[in-house]
């Protein structure tokens, strides 16, 4: 719980905790039994935040809301699309105010085994005072990588971590503390998790931390796991993530991170297919001279603001530069599915309209007899009019695709021609005192 460090006095230490909770209603296994025991877990542990995912309904909100009334007093679930958002916080401390942004691009309506688009995928946004400290908290699911050889999801997810960096940067700028949790369905080395990272400027609480207790390599889907439907790696994969930054007035560290480990004691079965993290943040209040009582500046490992270095910028230019690559290879895609639409309704319109001439000709021969049985009229009529529909949602479906992804690299153009314009001003780092190496004060990409 946020309560003060016996060795840092002035520090305060938080326990952050995540879990994609697996929670489809009828069709997870074990769904009811998981929640109790989730509920039990939360109830258990002295946690400061929880950030859920995949609590696709309301009802186990409430339930769940209801148990921790004492322990996490205070909560929120983010509605969106068709079957919500799935995401949804607890905090031990109260929620100032909560946003939720749904992210442009989530997959495709008729991919009904796959079901991404009808979940409405967001980030969930959460403001609370921590003491004299303002967090926020963000929670979020990105859409899944049904495979790993042939990802036709992956335009859609880098568009979603571009949008979700842009939503934390411009939204946590009065933040002293930020921390981001959830399924990102990335790999730590994925194309879409070094934009977040990189460009919104997170440390990975699993790389930060000088203790771990969990799965090997931080794996958070692992075969051990018996309702892990997948079939990982001999490790594991790591798709599952607590992010966090500080600020000028707060550094901030991860003491120690744990994750389950596919099995619970004296359960049958886990708390869901995905492992549960848990993170210990340590808060230290930066002096007014901007030195904490550890003797850092409050920056953290990775530099922030001005103090970007060149190679800082160089990495963001070609990571920027190879994300708009890929929304590039979507866009194309996503122009040929709307010409294939748009072709087949000209085709249907073409049908439609030569079967209402070859019904006209008994009207106009005063009588003669129809060339099609009543029947197989209306049968091909119907057909015709089914292509024509189905063709023109399908066409403004993918119209609204082309915009978004239109919009995602026209931001990523500008974003890498405004990075290499500042590269290019570098200045060279002026030589110092010996033993000491003098940075030139970069610009982040935020300012």
Known sequence: ?????????????LRVFSLNC???RYLSKHCAQRYTMIGDLLAKEQYDV?????????????????????????GHYFKSGVIGSGLAIFSKHRIQDTFRYRYSLNGYPYMLNHGDWFGGKAVGMAVLNIGNTTAHFYV????????????????????????????????S??????????DFNMHPMDLGNRLLRTYADLRDAYVETPKFDGCEDGGTMIAENPNNDMVPPEKGIRIDYILFKGSSRLELHCESMSTTKGSVLDHAFPYSDHEALTAELR??????????????????????????????????VDIVTEARTEVKVGLHCAQGMCYTAARTGV???????????????????????????????????????????TTALLYLFY???IKSLQEAEDQMRQAVGCLQERLRGFPLASPGPPGKERRPGGVGPEE
Not at 4 to 9: E, F, I, L, Y
Not at 141 to 153: F, M
Not at 298 to 311: H, N, Y
């Open 1 to 13: 719980m946020s309560t003060p460090d016996p060795v840092h006095p002035t520090s305060v230490r």
């Open 22 to 24: 697996w929670g489809i």
């Open 50 to 74: 929880v950030l859920l995912q995949e609590v696709w309904s309301e009802k186990d909100f409430d339930a769940l809301r209801k148990k921790l009334a004492s322990s996490l007093p205070y």
């Open 140 to 171: 979020t699911h990105l859409h899944a990588e049904y495979s790993r050889e042939k990802d036709s999801y992956l335009p859609h997810r880098v568009v979603q971590a571009w949008e979700l960096q842009h939503f934390i940067r411009y939204t």
């Open 173 to 182: 700028a009065e933040a002293d503390l930020v921390v981001l949790a959830g």
């Open 283 to 316: 808060l230290d209040r930066v002096a007014q001279d901007g030195v904490s009582q550890d003797g850092s500046n409050g920056m953290g490992p990775l530099a922030r603001g001005s103090d970007r270095t060149a190679g800082k910028l160089a990495e963001l």
């Open 347 to 389: 085709m249907g319109l073409v049908l439609l309209l030569l079967e209402l001439a070859i019904a006209a000709v008994p009207w106009l021969a005063l009588g003669a007899p129809g060339p099609f049985p009543s029947v197989s009229f209306y049968l091909l009529g119907a057909l015709c009019f089914l292509i024509l529909l």
């Open 399 to 401: 119209t609204m695709e």
